[in-house]
């Protein structure tokens, strides 16, 4: 399926969902930073839900996500779309995949930390799952470094 640079009623596939959730958490504060971005294409070039994903596809996901937001009440549309696009197994890997966009530059402002606990929220994930998602995330984007 190609993703739509224009969303229409028949809202998002589920890559394209999954996309639109790493955008979300990715555009607070302003803007995606290229550590983001960099995560975001890594994400889709090795992961298994991502396997007949193109960079193409990705790049017009990721305007359409971006145009969404841009809309009057785009957070909480932008959610509904995510969330009717998902089946629960896949909520979970959105909830993943915003984790590990959100650990990219190596810390959470306070405002990522809320829009995850918005996404968590809207895509009814159980705290006891969250917490160990967001874990793993942490655990994955440790530096060697301090």
Request: net charge negative.
């Amino acid at each position: 399926m190609l993703a739509r640079t224009e969303l229409d009623s028949d809202g998002l596939g589920a890559q394209e969902a999954l996309v639109c959730t790493m955008v979300l958490v990715a555009a607070t504060g302003g803007g995606i930073s290229d550590r983001e971005i960099g995560v975001m294409a890594g994400i889709v070039q090795t992961l298994p839900v991502f396997s007949d994903f193109t960079s193409a596809h990705l790049d017009a996901a990721t305007e359409a996500a971006i145009a969404l937001l841009r809309e009057d009440n785009g957070l909480k549309h932008a959610a509904r779309l995510i969330r009717d696009a998902l089946e629960p197994r896949l909520r979970e890997t959105a909830y993943a995949l915003a984790c590990d966009v959100v650990a990219a530059d190596g810390f959470a402002a306070q405002d990522s930390l809320h829009l995850l606990e918005f996404v968590k929220a809207e895509l009814r994930i159980d705290s006891l799952v969250a917490a160990g998602i967001e874990r793993g995330a942490r655990a994955r984007h440790q530096r060697a470094v301090a």
